[in-house]
């Protein structure tokens, strides 16, 4: 791939799911490969399972933190009605990639609203995002023995879309992570790469 002239990249989620952690390993990685990046970081009430936005913008250089609405060129969300609910900051024609996981937030837990189905959220997201990838990042990591690594596989995943090297993407990934989980997460992260090379060439053959 080319070098990036801008790329602005929104994640969400819910808190809990290690957001914050796979912001910072990318805007980690942009940075040893030669980019100016700026991050913003809401967290809500993200100890009790509220939504968590991480703002990420890499280019040659970047002057402000957070995206506009309809500026995002990639949503990523590790959840899939918060990937819906934040459709709005995704360009016209631009990137989702959602987790195909259902985290009930708490009015629907609670039996006040109901959570939507799934043709209501491909339709919010196909609404603005020119392309859309589905995964399935609770399976992967079930696959691998432990849930806790769907950050990792939904970045692998992202990192099949970005000009960042592998081995710097390795580097940062062993440096954030605790020195017994490295090889798990390198594991998780290679997985989900595997599928965003799959999902990207089936999109554009």
Partial sequence: MTKLEQLDILMSGVGGQGIILASDILCDAAMSDGYDVKKSDSL?????GGSVLSHV???EKVFSPLIQRGGA??????EKLEG???VHFLKHNGTAIVNDYAIAPLMVSAGRQKYPDDDVIRTLLASRAG?????DAQGIATDLGNPRVVNLIMLGFLSAFLPLKQE???EHITHRV??????LNLDAFAMGMKKGVEGRQHHDS
């Fill in 44 to 48: 809500g009430m993200s100890q009790r």
């Fill in 57 to 59: 913008r890499i280019g």
């Fill in 73 to 78: 060129d990639i949503l990523i969300s590790f």
């Fill in 84 to 86: 819906a609910r934040n």
């Fill in 131 to 135: 392309r859309s990838f589905l995964v």
């Fill in 168 to 170: 710097t993407w390795k």
């Fill in 178 to 183: 605790p020195q017994r989980y490295v090889q």
